[in-house]
């Protein structure tokens, strides 16, 4: 019976793991607003390899509408400027010696719609995420009920509560992204 009640919490962590993938990505959404996260997910290619921006350079904030990154190794300025163009922020690098600057542009009503979508994709990997995590639960109770270590009330039960979960999750996910579409659409 131990693992069971161990289980639905495992579940719930797991899911909860998923929503904060997704509020990672909503944070590197842009609104008008510099933000270092924005830059989270650029990954340069350098050294042979992908690497994120974050361990080639250091971005700071010097003015509200203003991006800084700071490149560590000379020889990865163009790597990462490259990096940058490709990531499809709506972002032109200007670059002076090993500082490459990234100006924020107001976004026009286009951009706002197209950065939604992007929001609206995030949330439905997120969604697809506690969803597979919900059928690995439903699973591990089918199992234990075969193998008789619950009975067929108790796997109706945890059915029940992983359900309850799983809808909560994606309630979670819903608000965080309908709060995020308010944020990018305010002007």
């Known amino acids: 019976m131990a693992t069971a009640t161990y289980d639905l919490n495992e579940i719930k962590r797991r899911m909860q793991g998923a929503m904060a993938v997704f509020k990672q990505e909503l944070s590197g959404l842009r609104t008008g607003r510099a933000s270092p996260h924005l830059l989270d997910h650029v ?42 163009s490709a990531a499809n922020l709506g972002l032109t690098p200007a670059t002076e010696g090993q500082t490459i600057r990234l100006r924020i542009p107001e976004l026009n009503e286009d951009r706002r719609k197209e950065l939604v979508k992007v929001a609206h994709k995030y949330a439905e990997t997120a969604k697809i995420a506690v969803r597979h995590v919900r059928r690995d639960g439903m699973d591990a109770l089918k199992k234990m009920e075969k193998d008789h270590q619950i009975s067929e009330d108790d796997h109706k039960r945890m059915d029940g509560e992983v359900q309850k979960a799983t809808d909560q999750a994606i309630i979670d996910i819903d608000q965080l992204l309908s709060a995020k579409q308010k944020e990018i659409m305010t002007v």
């Open 43 to 84: 990954q340069a290619e350098v050294y042979g390899t992908h690497m994120p921006l974050n361990q080639l350079a250091t971005v700071s904030v010097p003015e509200p509408r203003l991006l800084s990154v700071a490149v560590w190794d000379k020889s990865q300025v163009h790597a990462i400027e490259k990096a940058i």
